[in-house]
């Protein structure tokens, strides 16, 4: 597919770079705009992604491109797609206690390796850690 690709019209040719230019010079600065701004360039990527995954160039960076162009669409583009939304309902109490003790433990023992690393000029007390996990530390 890339040797018919490459061997095209000098005019299409000049007409891929134009368009290749305005895709990516030009579109970039509509994906901080409203919606309709936001899906023009959605669109716009996924063509110039197409284009690059028919002429065979590049292997699947099409592919990962296009996958990364999704964040430029709400959900509102996808309705008919996606299942009903499911009722809200709230987390217990007790599920948000159990996150907050992991994710406390997780952090603290994250930052043992950077306190070696720094072979004693950070004290683990400068550290946020609670106390009891400090002072039964060995250092």
């Known amino acids: ?17 134009l368009a290749t230019f305005v895709v990516e010079v030009v579109l970039p600065f509509l994906a901080w705009g409203p919606r309709p701004f936001r899906l023009l360039a959605w669109t716009g990527f996924n063509g110039l992604n197409a284009m690059i995954n028919l002429s065979g160039n590049y292997g699947f960076i099409g592919f990962l491109n296009t996958m990364e162009n999704l964040s430029l669409t709400d959900d509102t583009l996808w309705a008919h797609l996606l299942a009903p939304p499911a009722p809200p309902y709230g987390t217990p109490l007790v599920m948000r206690g159990l996150l907050a003790v992991v994710l406390s433990v997780y952090i603290g023992v994250s930052l043992l390796p950077l306190a070696r690393a720094a072979k004693g000029s950070v004290s683990l007390r400068t550290l946020w850690l609670p106390p009891t996990v400090v002072e039964g530390l060995p250092w």
């Open 1 to 17: 597919r890339s040797y018919h690709a490459h061997h095209m019209p000098q005019a299409l040719h000049r007409f891929s770079v």
